[in-house]
């Protein structure tokens, strides 16, 4: 079937604005993680999902930033109060059961906040 | 904190030559992944190799990971310019759960025609 997908492609915002990315992950996958990438970096872990709970928030900078996957498959990240530093690619992944598998990525959502 | 970190954080080739690039971390893994990124958007999976495995195969790739010195090296035979991305190892570690991924800055791989 197809691959992880995330939408919007591209958001731009301003300061101060409420952001929420989607992430449709492959369809059967249990795990669903997400990580923001900025210019030049490699990729850092926000949160992991096992079904519908997050299992692992350790990764999520503030209380700013919050995400959810209801029905176990698509999940959202939702951005308060965005700030500049907040500018970055925030991609999604998702693997069959989590431990110890390949996790597959989408293209990414490149925010950015003026 | 960052614990893959690939070496070179650069490398230009002539299309032909091979490419290795190599990645050390800090703590015991599950296992290493290494991925291809271009133009800064989605990551393409490329090779996983488990704390268990000395040496993968997979095309013109060929990873090989030794636990004892904590360090990964991905070469790609026969470069094509096509090749042209970055290149970065994430690690699995033991002691995480739910196999959140680290990793490093990556290698920024420039292959020319």
């Known amino acids: 079937g197809a691959g992880v997908s995330q939408t919007p492609s591209n958001k731009v915002t301003e300061k101060g604005k409420y952001v929420e990315l989607r992430c449709d992950p492959i369809s059967g996958h249990t795990a669903l993680y997400w990580y923001r990438q900025s210019l030049g970096q490699g990729p850092e872990f926000l949160i992991y999902f096992q079904g519908t709970g997050a299992a692992d928030d350790s990764g999520l900078p503030n209380d700013r930033f919050f995400a959810v996957r209801p029905e176990g498959s698509v999940s959202t990240l939702k951005i308060q109060r965005t700030e500049r530093g907040d500018s970055a690619v925030y991609l999604c992944?998702?693997?069959?059961?989590?431990?110890?598998?390949?996790?597959?990525f989408g293209p990414g959502t490149r925010l950015l906040v003026l | 904190s960052q614990q893959g970190e690939e070496d070179p954080q650069a490398l230009s080739i002539q299309e032909g030559e091979n490419a290795t690039m190599n990645c050390s971390y800090k703590t015991s893994i599950n296992n290493l992944q290494w991925y291809r990124q271009n133009s800064g958007r989605g990551l393409v999976h490329l090779i996983l190799?488990?704390?268990?495995?000395r040496e993968k195969h997979s095309g013109r790739l060929r990873v090989t990971l030794d636990t004892s010195k904590k360090s990964s090296s991905l070469l790609i035979t026969a470069s094509r310019a096509a090749d042209t991305a970055s290149y970065f190892c994430?690690?699995?570690?033991?002691?995480?759960?739910?196999?959140?991924?680290?990793f490093g800055e990556g290698t920024q791989l420039t292959v020319n025609p």
């Open positions: 992944a998702s693997s069959r059961q989590g431990v110890g598998e390949t996790q597959y």
């Open positions: 190799i488990r704390s268990n495995e």
């Open positions: 994430a690690t699995d570690a033991r002691e995480t759960s739910g196999s959140r991924l680290t």
